[in-house]
């Protein structure tokens, strides 16, 4: 059974940081393709980190780049998300996901998803 627990978020001042932890269970950062995404108000879910199964890249959206740094320690089965500089618009809920098994370009999903039950970070004066 495949698990994800993010921790870490919280309320912090603009220009602050903070640091999501996801602890995962079930799966194997071989198999599984990792990311964080956030949801925003106002907004849908969007992805703001991706690590690519068996690799050691990580990819940003623009957004983030230069603030946020994502890693992944498979010792321990977590994945973090270094947030600097936090901006008031980075606030919002944010969720780990998992992606595994085939991935269907049409539809821009796996063949097997799970996601975290999120955490909120609210960046606030």
């Known amino acids: 059974q495949v698990q994800l627990v993010e921790s870490g978020g919280g309320l912090v001042q603009p220009g602050g940081s903070l640091r999501l932890s996801c602890a995962t269970s079930?799966?194997?950062?071989?198999?599984?393709?990792m990311a964080w995404y956030r949801k925003t108000p106002g907004k849908g879910r969007d992805w703001v980190s991706v690590l690519p199964r068996n690799s050691n890249t990580v990819n940003y959206a623009n957004s983030v780049t230069g603030r946020f740094t994502s890693s992944k320690d498979a010792a321990t089965n977590t994945i973090y998300l270094e947030m600097n500089n936090l901006k008031v618009e980075d606030t919002g809920v944010y969720y780990c996901h998992a992606g595994g098994g085939a991935y269907h370009y049409t539809d821009k999903r796996f063949e097997y998803e799970y996601w975290g039950q999120g955490t909120q970070v609210t960046v606030s004066s």
């Open positions: 079930g799966v194997t950062f071989r198999g599984y393709t």
